[in-house]
């Protein structure tokens, strides 16, 4: 398991808003920690990949899928570095 | 010793720019300007659900986002009809176009608004967010917005029609946008 210094629980929310809410949270977030954003929507694996590719200042330090009570759930872990 | 200046400085420099080359390979999209920029020509509703997803979602990505509302696309930033001090002509375009994001219909299997309502109940019942709520966020996230103010007096639509808060601009407006942009989507 990725360390990580936050979680943000976006379970439910469909594209765009993976991605919205996990924007602003790393807004919040002081530079270098890492913060584990928890979604449901399978679309947001290559979401994050593409997001990381193109921001300057988040780097996607890993991402897992676990399976809770028969849902799939999709872990991202990523960092703000700038 | 003037020798040895010149070697640091040369190593230093080649130390800098080893360091960008790195940084820029890590991040291959990332330039002076990442923009996009979107055409709204279309007032049908779900070509505006597709310009304000991308919209959103670019600007939570990090990326500047212009967004030109031209022709039928004025439907999407309308709030309501006005009828007053309008020719007739203006007045016929007023009644027969959607006064509002919400009374847009569907390209395709309208069926006279009840493919639009379905839609809607759908995206609800998938907890997509509505339509308004896209572009609610759109322009919370920073998401410019044009009006084409040529297409709005052809089409006859007030300023006091629009949603407030947006710009108004022409061609070279998106142009502006557009030639620095990295995206660029006309729908």
């Known amino acids: 398991m990725t360390s990580f210094d936050q979680t943000l629980d976006v379970k439910g929310a469909k594209c765009p808003m993976p991605l919205v809410k996990s924007r602003k949270a790393i807004g919040d977030l002081p530079v270098g920690q890492v913060l584990k954003v928890v979604a449901t929507d399978r679309g947001s694996v290559a979401d994050f990949q593409g997001w990381a590719k193109t921001a300057k200042n988040v780097e996607l330090v890993g991402q897992e899928t676990v399976n809770e009570g028969g849902q799939d759930l999709y872990l991202h872990f990523i960092k703000r570095t700038a | ?187």
């Open chain 2, 1 to 187: 010793m003037t020798t040895t200046t010149d070697t640091d400085t040369l190593l230093e420099r080649i130390a800098l720019l080893e360091r960008r080359v790195a940084e820029l390979e890590n991040h291959p999209a990332q330039g002076i300007e990442d923009r996009v920029a979107l055409v709204v020509f279309s007032g049908d509703l779900d070509k505006a659900i597709a310009a304000f997803i991308i919209a959103t979602g670019a600007a939570s990505m990090g990326l500047e986002v212009s967004m030109f509302f031209t022709f039928w696309g004025l439907s999407a930033v309308k709030k309501q009809k006005i009828f007053n001090g309008k020719d007739l002509l203006e007045q016929g375009f007023t009644a027969m176009l959607p006064g509002k994001l919400g009374d847009t219909g569907l390209s395709q299997m309208n069926f006279f608004g009840a493919g639009a309502q379905i839609i809607r109940s759908l995206m609800k019942k998938h907890d997509v967010s509505s339509p308004e709520e896209l572009f609610a966020l759109a322009q919370e996230l920073g998401v410019r917005m044009v009006v084409c103010d040529m297409s709005r007096e052809l089409l006859g639509v007030k300023d006091a029609e629009l949603v407030d808060g947006l710009e108004l601009g022409g061609v070279a407006t998106f142009l502006g946008d557009a030639a620095r942009a990295k995206v660029t989507l006309f729908i």
